[in-house]
Every structure is written in structure tokens, then in C-alpha cells.
């Protein structure tokens, strides 16, 4: 298959063809994803919580997110490199916006930047969209807003919230967005807000009804499950096999059964020399 570019991802929505993206943290995460032909791999600020354990995504640094982006970019051949912005690196001013922006996109190889947010960054996305660096919006549930919204619940639930919404899309399309994610709201404010824009929408727990989806790898892996968001359709419980696999290893160990004396183990050249020495 070919490098997906902005203009794969642009072809895909003119032919209403679903865009597929997940996220991946690392370098074994990114080429099983790129492998299995995703659109477009994310190192999402997620990364903060299903990868380092911290207990929000407010925690990660600019430098800890462009670590990972080395990794994933290393282990991504054809799918478009998209890493978040992290909490606080972008908020202050357009300057900053830009300063930060160009560190991920340069030290970290990446070729899109996502950021949160509606109408109130719309000057900072404009610039950064200017300067060259191609930009996703992200709106609804913002998890750096977390706390001035109360925790993670579902938004858009009124007429007048998903108006607010629906504001945020169209200011984002207007500063020159290539796509918006919308997390956590109704199936019909996320269908509308796609049906109102010019530009893909890519839903996660918004419904079957945006141009594209996205989920958390570790999630629907069912790496993380400390918990799952009903959003989430769990694909495989690695988690279980992997606590499998390693409680198996530690019998084996501990039973003189691994390793095997022949199958997993270096003869010498012959018997004379295992002699001498
Ligand atoms: O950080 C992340 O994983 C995200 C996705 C949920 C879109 O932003
Ligand atoms: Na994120």
C-alpha cells in the first residue's frame, strides 16, 4: 500500500470511505498498527495515562510526548503520524502554540498535530495551519479539560450544548483544520456536525454516522482496563494472555521445565572440547 498522506485522507472523505485511526505509544504498538493498514496512527496524550501510569493526561510533558513520537515514527511505514499537544503547551499564546508545535513535528517526526479545543484557540490553530503544520481539531469530551468539565461524561446532551459544539466545528474548519475528532457526544450532534463541515470528522463515542473512527489501542486491546469506556468495543484481552503467558514462564522457571536442555540451549563444537574445558 501506499504512504497515506492528507491527501489519501482527504480522497477517503470524498469517496465517503471510512477513515480508520488508532493510537499507538511505542515501537512494536505503531508497526502491528501500521501493518494492519490504519490510516492514521496517533500518539494521543492518552499516552500519559494507559502508557505511564499517571492518573491524567495534565501530567505529560512536551518532552515525554516527543520521546514517544521518536519510537512510534520509527515503527510507522505508511500510516499518517499524528501526536497530540500536550496539556499547557499550546494555551498561553500562538507563539508557544508554534514553538512547542514544531519541536513535536520535528524532533518527534511527526506530520499532524492534534489540539483541543473550540473557538478559543481558533486564532492559534490558524496560525499553526499558516506556518505549515497540518492540524486536527478535537471537541465534545476534551480530556485536558477534565476537570473544568467535571470528569469524563458525555457532551452535547442539550440542544443549546450541541449548538456550542457545532460553533466550536465550524470556527475549527474555519482556521483551517484537515479534520476534527469528536469524542463522547450523541450520535446525532456528531452526525450533523459531519454533515455541516467540509472536512472529516472522526468519531469516538460519537456514533457510526462521522467520516472516520478512532480508538485507544491499549483499549481495545484490553491492555488497559483499569476502566473501559462503554464507548470502547474491546477486539482482544491481551492483558489475560499476557498475565498467561508470564504466569506460564514463572511455573516453567520454577519446575526446571524452561529451558528446554536441547531445544533452547548451545552445545559446544564436540564432546573433546566440553572436556577441555
Ligand atoms: O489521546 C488520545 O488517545 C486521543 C483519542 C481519544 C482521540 O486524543
Ligand atoms: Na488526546
Known amino acids: 500500500r501506499k504512504k497515506v498522506t492528507i491527501q489519501t485522507i482527504h480522497s477517503r472523505y470524498r469517496k465517503k470511505i471510512p477513515i480508520t485511526m488508532l493510537t499507538a505509544y511505542d515501537y512494536p504498538t505503531a508497526q502491528t498498527a501500521d501493518r494492519a493498514e490504519t490510516d492514521i496512527i496517533l500518539v494521543g496524550d492518552s499516552l500519559a495515562m494507559v502508557a505511564l501510569g499517571y492518573s491524567s493526561t495534565a501530567k ?5 510526548m516527543i520521546h514517544h513520537c521518536k519510537a512510534v515514527s520509527r515503527g510507522c511505514d505508511k500510516a499518517f503520524k499524528l501526536a497530540d499537544m500536550t496539556t499547557g503547551s499550546y494555551q498561553i ?19 499532524a498535530l492534534k489540539l483541543e479545543g473550540g473557538e478559543e484557540i481558533a486564532e492559534t490553530v490558524h496560525r499553526m495551519t499558516q506556518a505549515g503544520i497540518p492540524i486536527m481539531g478535537h471537541i465534545g469530551l476534551t480530556p485536558q479539560h477534565e476537570n473544568a468539565l467535571g470528569g469524563f461524561r458525555v457532551q452535547g446532551k442539550s440542544a443549546k450544548k450541541a449548538e456550542k459544539i457545532l460553533k466550536d466545528a465550524l470556527a475549527l474548519q474555519e482556521a483551517g483544520c484537515f479534520g476534527i475528532v469528536i469524542e463522547c457526544v450523541p450520535s446525532p450532534v456528531a452526525e450533523t456536525i459531519t454533515s455541516l463541515l467540509r472536512i472529516p470528522t472522526i ?69 573433546k572440547e566440553l572436556e577441555e574445558w
Open 60 to 64: 505529560l510533558t512536551v518532552d515525554e
Open 93 to 111: 499564546s500562538p507563539e508557544q502554540a508554534l514553538t512547542n508545535g514544531f519541536r513535536i513535528i520535528t524532533e518527534g517526526s511527526m506530520e
Open 203 to 271: 468519531g469516538i463515542g460519537a456514533g457510526p454516522h462521522t467520516s472516520g473512527q478512532v480508538l485507544v489501542g491499549q483499549d481495545m486491546l484490553g491492555i488497559f482496563d483499569r476502566f473501559v469506556p462503554k464507548f470502547c468495543k474491546q477486539y482482544a484481552h491481551l492483558g489475560n494472555n499476557i498475565i498467561g503467558a508470564y504466569r506460564e514462564y514463572n511455573r516453567e522457571v520454577r519446575e526446571s521445565i524452561f529451558p528446554d536442555a536441547n531445544q533452547h540451549t548451545y552445545p559446544m563444537s564436540s564432546e
